[in-house]
């Protein structure tokens, strides 16, 4: 079983930056789709970026032009870079994989809080 594993959350002034990285149990050459979604508190869980196995990025209309989402496979990580933060980007940030066969796996989720 997939074990994905998140790190790098915290908090941040508005403005700020911060990088997210999701560290697979186990090469992310397996998957076709990589990245993340977030959750606010009393809110649904929404796409926030995400990343093939062909550098194709896809992105939430709300983070283009801030959130940079990458894949390094030597390292089986995914990050999620995060540039001019907003208080509305405040949430649990959950890492996201999909294999060839449609499995989807999910990390335990990181907070980022952003101050305004």
């Known amino acids: 079983q997939v074990r994905l594993v998140e790190s790098g959350g915290g908090l941040v002034q508005a403005g700020g930056s911060l990088r997210l990285s999701c560290a697979a149990s186990?090469?992310?050459?397996?998957?076709?789709?990589m990245g993340w979604y977030r959750q606010a508190l009393g809110k649904q869980r929404d796409l926030v970026a995400t990343?093939?196995?062909?550098?194709?990025?896809n992105y939430a209309d709300s983070v283009k032009g801030r959130f940079t989402v990458s894949r390094d496979s030597a390292e089986n990580t995914v990050y999620l870079q995060m540039d001019s933060l907003k208080p509305e980007d405040t949430a649990v940030y959950y890492c996201?994989?999909?294999?060839?066969?449609?499995?989807?796996?999910w990390g335990q989720g990181t907070q980022v809080t952003v101050s305004s």
């Open positions: 996201y994989s999909r294999n060839y066969k449609g499995f989807a796996s």
């Open positions: 186990g090469s992310i050459l397996v998957f076709n789709v």
């Open positions: 990343i093939t196995s062909g550098d194709i990025t």
